[in-house]
T-cell receptor, first 109, second 114 residues
Framework: LAKTTQPISMDSYEGQEVNITCSHN???????ITWYQQFPSQGPRFIIQ???TKVTNEVASLFIPADRKSSTLSLPRVSLSDTAVYYC??????????FGAGTRLTVKP | DSGVTQTPKHLITATGQRVTLRCSPR?????VYWYQQSLDQGLQFLIQ???????AKGNILERFSAQQFPDLHSELNLSSLELGDSALYFC?????????????FGNGTRLTVT
């Protein structure tokens, strides 16, 4: 069954680096990997997108290995305001665009 | 603010009824997507329109339909509502038709079917 898999939840402390991995064994050849952040009562918000290797922007980095069957979102020095649910979105070989189930990140003081 | 507007924010209705959810995309975006988010199913893609035409279809029930109008706003029609249709419905927009274009989400319509 083509799908994307993420950890259900993660805990961290302020100032730490957080890495969230998404597995997507059946990613389509030409599709990108996109990550979104969602706060309660809001729609998901775009964080970062990549095709392969490493992408970095002002809020996060995205690491994608050569086989592209997984990706890791890296949040440097998290703060309390980074507490949210993080989703990966991937195009699969069955032509489906599939969000992962989401990883609930809790940042503690 | 994503620039995507959804109305209404909340909707409470009874089983068997029909409702219409409305979405105005971000200025300049030609694609509109509809997603359903429930606790047990996560974010489920329903349907995509690009410049007025249906572009892609996901797990959309036959009781549900959508359209995109010439001014690019979109409506999602849900009919013969069941208790299980209670969920958050999100609209998202993007510039192009390419499914890899980053999505800009509205804040959703929370539908409660009683």
């Amino acid at each position: 069954l083509a799908k994307t898999t993420q950890p259900i939840s993660m805990d961290s402390y302020e100032g730490q680096e957080v890495n969230i991995t998404c597995s997507h064994n059946n990613i389509a050849t030409n599709d990108y990997i996109t990550w979104y952040q969602q706060f309660p009562s809001q729609g998901p918000r775009f964080i970062i997108q990549g095709y392969k290797t490493k992408v970095t922007n002002e809020v996060a980095s995205l690491f994608i290995p050569a086989d592209r069957k997984s990706s890791t979102l890296s949040l440097p020095r998290v703060s309390l305001s980074d507490t949210a649910v993080y989703y990966c979105l991937v195009g699969l070989i069955n032509n489906d665009m599939r969000f992962g189930a989401g990883t609930r990140l809790t940042v503690k003081p | 603010d994503s620039g995507v507007t959804q109305t209404p924010k909340h909707l409470i209705t009874a089983t068997g009824q029909r409702v219409t959810l409305r979405c105005s995309p971000r200025s300049g975006d030609l694609s509109v997507y509809w997603y359903q988010q429930s606790l047990d199913q996560g974010l489920q893609f329903l349907i995509q329109y690009y410049n007025g035409e249906e572009r892609a279809k996901g797990n959309i029930l036959e009781r549900f339909s959508a359209q995109q109008f010439p001014d690019l706003h979109s409506e999602l029609n849900l009919s013969s509502l069941e208790l299980g249709d209670s969920a958050l419905y999100f609209c998202a927009s993007s510039v192009g038709a390419d499914r890899n274009s980053p999505l800009h989400f509205g804040n959703g319509t929370r539908l409660t079917v009683t």
